[in-house]
């Protein structure tokens, strides 16, 4: 049975030629390469770190992704990207999907 997950990618792409498109889809083909399902992804742009991190990073771009994975095939997708100089950071939650608000509805006045 596979599990929902949402992942936070934080990306070293400055001064790269490559940029957040080419990253993700490389994320997109190591999610469905291991029988994954890719959900989606939402871009929330460069940002500054509160503390100059390892190598003197002191930005990077966040990429938030969801997908459904099966639950010891995460391990594998962790150290895909482990020693990928264009990820940063990477972390995952196991999550429950979304599910789409229904309108509300009008009572009839009595």
Do not use: C, W
Request: aromatic share 12%.
């Amino acid at each position: 049975m596979k599990q929902y997950y949402e992942a936070m990618f934080i990306l070293d792409i400055q001064g790269k030629e490559e940029g957040v498109d080419a990253v993700l889809a490389v994320i997109k083909q190591a999610i469905e390469a291991l029988d994954g399902v890719f959900k989606g992804a939402q871009r929330m742009d460069r940002r500054r770190f509160e503390r100059v991190a390892v190598k003197r990073h002191d930005a990077g771009y966040y990429l938030g992704v969801t997908f459904e994975l099966a639950p010891g095939q995460l391990k594998s997708l962790r150290e895909k990207f482990q020693f990928d100089n264009k990820i940063f950071r990477q972390y995952y939650l196991r999550s429950k999907p979304v599910a789409a608000k229904e309108p509300p509805t009008e009572k009839a006045a009595a």
